[in-house]
Structures are given as C-alpha cells and as structure tokens.
C-alpha cells in the first residue's frame, strides 16, 4: 500500500488561508469516506484534526475544515495562527481493511 | 477523559525480540478497535497495526506480518504488540491509539509514544 501524496510543505501569513491536498486511489480515499487528517508537533502525540472526511472532533477549532473529491482530499486552515505550525497527516481506511497514511505536509507559518 | 500510555521500547538487536504494551483509561476499552502507528527517524507516520474491540479481527502492514502479532487483555484495559524478528527498519517510535468505532474511522486518541531501537 503506497502512502497518500501531500505536498511536502506549505505556508502562509497569519490570517490567510492555506489548503493542503491529500492523493490517494479509488481503493482508499475515493473508495471511503474515512478520511481523517492529523496534526503532530514532533515529540508528542498526533491529535485528530477532521475525521469522516469534514467532521471536526469536540474541541478543534472551526478554522479548520476539510473536503473530498474523487481521489483527493482536503483541510484547510482558515486564519492561519502562529500555534498552526506543524505537520499534518491525512490519512484514510482502505480496501483491503488496512489504513494508510500521508506523507505528511509541514505547515510553517512565516 | 481517555488515555493511553506506552512502554515496552528499547535497544534490542537485530532478529531480537521487543513486546510493547499499552495501558488504556477512561473509555470501555472492549468497545474500540485498536491501533499501532509508527514513525522511523525522519519520516511520517506509518500505520503497523488494528485489532477490533473484541479481538477476532487483526490486520497488519505488509512489512510486518509474519513478525509482529497485536492482542489485547481486557481484565487489563491493555493492548499488546509482539514484535519478533526485528529488523533496523523497524527502528521508530511506535504509538498506540484508540479508533472511533469498531473497526473503521479514525484515530481520536493517542499516546505518547515508546522508542524501540534495532541496531547492533
């Protein structure tokens, strides 16, 4: 199982807008709607961002959203803030019950 | 509030053996699957392992089957990874976390994480 395509990197100014984008197969994020999306700050432990493709889990911030089409997903940090730096995984369950990841983005707000 | 702690990494040699356990708390442990998420020296996150909450479902990345088996005790809220025949490549930080539902979703609990080594 190849891992899901992400840009290595990406950045904005405080207050933009950045979308970060997530390339699987029709075996696992066009085939499922579990695609879920993390963010790590090396060190400690991953914590879910969006879950079930746009679904923000209680106590994640609403300048976070995420999207899906075909083959591709989507989180965007709306209103950048300087504690958004960090990388960000996506990750979905696949066809042969088997979960993959990202390759992961790193997100540095400038 | 839910909470899984690791321990169980360490230095071992190649073709050794390492078991990892995890402590889970404050959720009904029977009632989630369970996970191995790892992560080697300057790369991503990389999926291991899933047991479903009652334990009659296992899958396993293909670089480790064969090697790795997951298991959880229930009297004990603990999810295990029995981890033989290790190789260099194995070398990561290895987390366990907790699904949202039975088998499929996402991972909405993490621990810290435990360093398991393989080098010579």
């Known amino acids: 199982q190849s891992a899901l395509t992400q840009p290595a990197s990406v950045s904005g100014s405080p207050g933009q807008s950045i979308t970060i984008f997530c390339t699987g197969t029709?075996?696992?994020?066009?085939?499922?709607?579990?695609v879920s999306w993390y963010q790590h700050h090396p060190g400690k432990a991953p914590k879910l961002m969006i879950y079930?493709?746009?679904n923000r889990p209680s106590g994640v911030s609403n300048h976070f959203s995420g999207s899906k089409s075909g083959n591709t997903a989507s989180l965007t940090i709306s209103g950048l803030q300087a504690d958004d730096e960090a990388d960000y995984y996506c990750s979905s369950f696949t066809g042969s019950s088997t979960y993959v990841f990202g390759t992961g983005t790193k997100v540095t707000v400038l | 509030e839910a909470q899984l702690v690791e321990s169980g990494g360490g230095l071992v040699q190649p073709g050794g053996s390492l078991r990892l356990s995890c402590a889970a708390s404050?959720?009904?442990?029977?009632?989630?699957?369970m996970s191995w998420v790892r992560q080697a020296p300057g790369k991503g996150l990389e999926w291991v392992s899933t047991?479903?909450?009652?334990?009659?479902?296992?899958d396993y990345t293909d670089s480790v089957k064969g090697r790795f088996t997951v298991s959880r005790d229930y009297s004990k809220s603990t999810l295990y990874l029995q981890m033989n025949s290790l190789k260099a490549e194995d070398t990561a930080i290895y987390y366990c976390a907790k699904l949202r539902g039975t088998y499929f979703g996402a991972f909405d609990v993490w621990g810290q994480g435990t360093v398991v080594t393989v080098s010579s």
């Open positions: 047991i479903s909450g009652s334990g009659g479902n296992t």
């Open positions: 404050g959720f009904a442990f029977r009632d989630y699957a």
């Open positions: 029709s075996s696992d994020v066009g085939g499922y709607e579990y």
């Open positions: 079930d493709v746009s």
